[in-house]
């Protein structure tokens, strides 16, 4: 029985930077052993928000910093200014160093014996519970410094953990003349570090740190000094929420961010976060995507297959179909076979579909052809290229025609481009497009001339965007989240590489491929170049056509 996740508690992070002449430092403190959450770990000041976080009178004292305007900056209704409070909070309770300005306007400082002091009495009181926050600076007629406070990230702990926190990491500059100090209770040490050097010594298993800490440090390490880091923390900007996933593989379990290649395909399968799903793809392994599909990845890595090619297993009973059987390797057709024969013995592969003849994903077809006498569905092999000849189709559907086999309803839609009998497939039950090569994870899909075509290619690419389907699943790499905005950025992606072709045409006064290549793709290794030039080729097609580049023998010229 799988059991719910906790429900995350809001939470503040500050980190109080400072600069050296050694570059930007931060202030870490250890945890003590003693702490139920991450005992003996540095971290930034922080936690829970309180309930006197919300206390009324703060909209009077933060009277130049409105809860409205902490809310839009947050992306929520309402409530932000209790973040900007608890972060101060925590700051004075965890560092000694009170962000406030006094009577004058000015920050306050511990230039004063008598007054640092005072502050140290009643820190001591709010960490014990016996004056509240607001209290505190009403004693003193201060006023919090709200505006030296800066938004830099939001992170959720992981569904599985005990103890969940929704936190807004937030970032200020240490007040001038105040010196901070851990507060023997919670924490029984603190640093001030580089960010770099921080990370160096984790590395080095010198102190430890959490995942969103290191990942933080990361980000900081950046900076050459506080102004900078808080006009980056200050820019307008999409912040996403970061929420770790936990994964397991080969180097054992992980914690997966969003943005990594895992990340969508992990949160589908495994949406409790119980750490189940994979963060990598191991040929010959099955992966469960749902409960009518399953994939298992030919062992055939490299630089242009990913971590090898896809094949599909489509079907919630005993007769099943594959889409794209992969290369004629008998490993892989035989663990298509025994996948599909299932516990009780008595599955088959009834149907084989192809996304397109290239010679890994289709050759693995005949072979079960002939084991099982499937049925095999697809478009022939064209002309031109490195096809798979021997496919031979039983059934050449036009796009549009709705398959209903294996229990599912498999819609074709021809999308050429990268090769021009590529086809997609829309699970319709799921709205899960099987792409083969129209679109790939983690990487461009190579168009090569003449069989691929640059102009057709991005209309397929616009075609498949108006299916409005919920996932895609790729002839390379894991599931893709939210298609149309995957899609979108491909556009956008080669239409960049377009500019960039007109601009190194009209730069060098024309050339050839192997002259133009290194100007348009100049942000690759050279020993990617080869490939390259073909999708060059094809960009270049695109600009004859539409009259934007003339070619005379080997030469182009805008």
């Not at 095999?376 to 189709?393: M, S, T, V, Y």
Request: proline share 7%; charged share 25%.
């Amino acid at each position: 029985m799988t059991t719910a996740p906790v429900t995350p508690r809001p939470a503040a992070t500050v980190i109080i930077a400072r600069d050296t002449r050694d570059g930007m430092e931060v202030f870490m403190m250890r945890r003590s052993q003693q702490m139920v959450f991450v005992g003996g770990h540095y971290v930034f000041p922080g936690g829970g928000l309180d309930k006197s976080d919300s206390d009324p009178r703060w909209a009077t004292l933060a009277d130049t910093f409105s809860d409205a305007e902490a809310s839009r900056i947050l992306g929520i209704p309402q409530g932000g200014l209790a973040y900007w409070v608890a972060a101060l909070r925590e700051c004075f309770e965890e560092s000694g160093l009170l962000l406030c300005h006094d009577e004058r306007g000015e920050l306050v400082t511990h230039d004063e014996a008598e007054f640092a002091g005072e502050l140290a009495g009643l820190r001591a009181r709010l960490i014990a519970g016996e004056i509240s926050f607001a209290d505190l600076l009403q004693t003193r007629t201060l006023r919090p410094a709200l505006e030296h406070v800066a938004y830099l990230s939001h992170w959720i702990t992981p569904h599985n953990a005990p103890r969940r926190f929704d936190t807004r990491f937030l970032v200020t500059a240490v007040p001038l003349r105040q010196t901070a100090s851990h507060d023997d209770g919670e924490a029984d040490h603190h640093l001030w570090l580089r960010p770099a050097d921080a990370l160096e010594r984790h590395r080095k298993k010198e102190i430890q740190m959490i995942f969103p800490t290191i990942k933080t440090l990361e980000t900081l390490s950046q900076f050459q000094d506080t102004a900078a880091l808080m006009r980056f923390a200050r820019s307008p900007r999409h912040i996403p929420v970061i929420l770790p996933r936990r994964a397991t593989g080969r180097d054992g379990e992980r914690l997966i961010r969003p943005g990594d290649p895992p990340y969508a395909e992990i949160a589908k399968i495994d949406p409790n976060g119980t750490g189940k799903a994979a963060y990598e793809i191991i040929p010959g392994v099955t992966t469960r995507l749902s409960e009518r599909v399953r994939r298992i990845t030919a062992p055939n890595p490299g630089f242009m297959t990913g971590p090898g090619t896809n094949s599909y297993l489509i079907g919630d009973g005993d007769d099943l179909a594959v889409i794209d059987p992969g290369p004629p390797i008998e490993a892989h057709i035989q663990a298509l076979l025994d996948e599909a024969r299932g516990t009780n013995g008595k599955g088959r592969i009834r149907w084989v579909l192809t996304t397109h003849t290239h010679m890994d994903h289709s050759p693995g077809a005949a072979m079960i052809k002939a084991l099982t006498g499937a049925e095999l569905i697809g478009l022939p092999p064209p002309e031109h290229g490195n096809q798979d000849r021997d496919f031979k189709p039983d059934r050449v559907p036009p796009s549009g025609e709705k398959l209903n086999i294996a229990g599912c309803t498999l819609r074709i839609i021809h999308t050429p481009g990268h090769a021009s009998n590529q086809a997609c497939y829309l699970l319709e039950e799921e709205q899960l497009l099987f792409t083969g090569d129209h679109v790939m994870q983690g990487s461009t899909v190579v168009i090569s001339p003449p069989d691929g075509n640059m102009i057709i290619y991005l209309e397929s690419l616009r075609a498949v965007q108006t299916l409005q389907a919920q996932w895609i699943a790729p002839g390379h790499g894991f599931l893709i989240a939210e298609p149309a905005k995957s899609i979108e950025r491909i556009i956008a992606h080669r239409l960049q590489r377009e500019a960039k072709v007109l601009d190194a045409l009209k730069a060098i006064g024309g050339g050839t491929l192997e002259e133009l290549v290194v100007k348009v793709y100049d942000d690759v290794p050279a020993k990617v170049h080869p490939v390259a030039s073909r999708s060059l080729h094809a960009h270049l097609l695109k600009l004859h056509s539409e009259g934007h580049a003339s070619k005379t023998g080997e030469r182009w010229s805008p």
